[in-house]
């Protein structure tokens, strides 16, 4: 999961977090080909010109098959929001957003293979190279000690769940100080996995006979590839991060409540909107 909105995606509706009436972008930091691979390679006229082509479809299935499954997922949110929502609920709502980022990924994958047969050997290079330099400007973020960390993670969680709740209440900030104080370092977890995949992608990006089927397994196991330490990591700090995005959620207050019902329209009305483009 993109780490640095992870706070984000611990909170039900991270997904549509990105929504916009006009946008809704995607770009997952630890999956190793980025979307809008312009950024991060010139392409020539032609190269735009089949990428253009390439993503009309991929664009249309994300329309017609997966903007219908936000919504149903978004509705589904809102009626358990109803009640007392646990963190287990919270968890499995969680699961299905990685699915659908799993979705994404592997329909995606294809034709970013396709135009990564077109790429001169300059352009891979120029390719890996940007990525090595995010990697460095990463490491230059996280060249911080603990209680840096968790300040920025505290500004993080509050100025997510505010996001759809609005202020929070002191008893609420209690809440988020006590968690984040549980919360174990994840930083250099992650950008030490990221590294891993770096290396990983730079062999597999010399592009020798079956590059592409080992790049489609790549993405397929990649769960398979991350540390025991990673994964423990996440698991835990996810837990606590669902434990009290629950507890916030189920002591808000009214006004917090018509907040979360007009935040939950927009986002509706958003995805309805984008059906329709």
């Known amino acids: 999961m993109r780490y640095r909105r992870w706070p984000l995606l611990a909170l039900i509706l991270l997904l549509l977090a990105g929504c916009s009436s006009t946008t809704f972008i995607y ?26 082509e390439l993503l009309d479809p991929f664009l249309v299935w994300h329309r017609d098959e997966e903007l219908p499954a936000y919504l149903e997922w978004l509705d589904r949110a809102g009626e358990q929001l ?17 699915q659908a980022w799993g979705r994404i990924e592997s329909r995606g994958l294809e034709w970013m293979i396709t135009l990564g047969e077109t790429l001169s050997d300059q352009q891979m290079a120029e390719f890996m190279a940007e990525l090595r330099q995010q990697q460095v400007e990463y490491a230059e973020d996280f060249d911080r000690n603990d209680e840096d960390y968790r300040e920025n993670v505290r500004e993080n969680l ?13 008893a609420q900030e209690q809440m988020l100080d006590r968690a984040v104080a549980q919360l174990q370092r994840s930083d250099q977890v992650w950008l030490a996995e990221r590294a ?36 423990a990591v996440y698991q835990y700090n996810s837990e606590v991060l669902y434990g009290v995005i629950a507890e916030v959620l189920n002591s808000r207050s009214d006004k917090q409540e018509r907040h979360l019902q007009r935040s939950l329209k927009k986002l509706r009305k958003d995805l309805l909107a984008l059906q329709e483009k």
């Open 27 to 52: 770009n997952r930091l630890d999956f190793f080909i980025p979307w809008y691979l312009g950024r991060y390679v010139d392409l020539n006229h032609e190269q735009d010109q089949h990428l253009d």
């Open 158 to 170: 509050e100025g997510s769940m505010e996001k759809f709740l609005g202020q929070l209440n002191g």
């Open 82 to 98: 109803k009640q007392e929502i646990t963190a287990a609920q919270l968890a499995e709502l969680g699961g299905e957003i990685q």
């Open 196 to 231: 891993r995949w770096l290396d990983l992608l730079d062999r597999i990006l010399q592009r020798q006979p079956g590059w592409q089927d080992e790049l489609r397994h790549a993405v397929a196991t990649q769960g398979e590839f991350y540390s025991a330490e990673y994964r």
